[in-house]
């Protein structure tokens, strides 16, 4: 079964606002990995966390991991117009090196 | 300098037909992977590679075989194509060391339009 669940499917937000996307996991993780996919395009590598780490920021994102609720939130702060995209978040269980990736957040930045 | 690529980006064939998709990676990474992506945008691996040694093979139709001439490249030979295997193929690969998965890195994707 599917790994990753991200809340909302979708959301809409004007450009210059924040936009949190979460994502909940079921099995305990080496590292969990968020990735951007614009339009007709592959996916991008965002930032990776690992699980004894607890926040991790990288430019405008900023990501936390709560292991004991198996969840993980992405904020991207002062959104651009550019950064209208698809976001997934990825798991990497222990022992095994295979990323199984979420349902995806589909975010709309409003000009 | 792409750093993965794939042939072709689009690909328009009628059921039945047998098709390849080709992956190229000048990263230096020892493990390639390739994914389905259906309409709804989820992603599933189907292979991943490390130095040419199949090391993933997810529950994927028989009809799907992949091939690794070497590290740096990992082909999709579909057979017998159906309906159903219309989506968006990605290659990825990564440098990945013990158990632990590191980034990865994403082609532009093949979209497969079966007829």
């Known amino acids: 079964s599917q790994q990753g669940e991200e809340d909302p499917q979708a959301l809409s937000i004007q450009e210059g606002e924040n936009a949190t996307m979460n994502c909940s996991y079921k099995t305990s993780i080496n590292n969990l990995q968020w990735y951007r996919q614009n339009s007709g395009r592959g996916l991008v590598h965002l930032i990776l966390?690992?699980?004894?780490?607890r926040e991790k920021h990288s430019g405008r994102l900023r990501v936390t991991l709560d292991t004991s609720k198996k969840s993980s939130s992405l904020l991207i702060t002062a959104s651009r117009a550019a950064d209208t995209a698809s976001y997934f978040c990825?798991?990497?269980?222990?022992?095994?090196?295979?990323?199984?990736f979420g349902t995806g957040t589909r975010l709309t930045i409003i000009p | 300098d792409t750093a993965v690529s794939q042939t072709p980006k689009y690909l328009v064939t009628q059921m039945g037909n047998d098709k390849s998709i080709k992956c190229e990676q000048n990263?230096?990474?020892?493990?390639m992977y390739w994914y389905k992506q259906d309409s709804k945008k989820f992603l599933k691996i189907m292979f991943s590679y490390n130095n040419k040694e199949l090391i993933i093979n997810e529950t994927v139709p028989n009809r799907f075989s992949p091939k690794s001439p070497d590290k740096a490249h990992l082909n999709l030979h579909i057979n017998s194509l159906e309906l159903g295997d219309s989506a968006v193929y990605f290659c990825?690969?990564?440098?990945?060391?013990?158990?632990?998965?590191?980034?990865?890195?994403f082609g532009p994707g093949t979209r497969l339009t079966v007829t």
């Open positions: 990825a690969s990564s440098q990945v060391t013990g158990v632990s998965s590191y980034e990865q890195y």
């Open positions: 966390i690992r699980s004894n780490e």
């Open positions: 990263l230096g990474h020892d493990t």
């Open positions: 990825a798991t990497a269980p222990f022992g095994n090196e295979k990323l199984t």
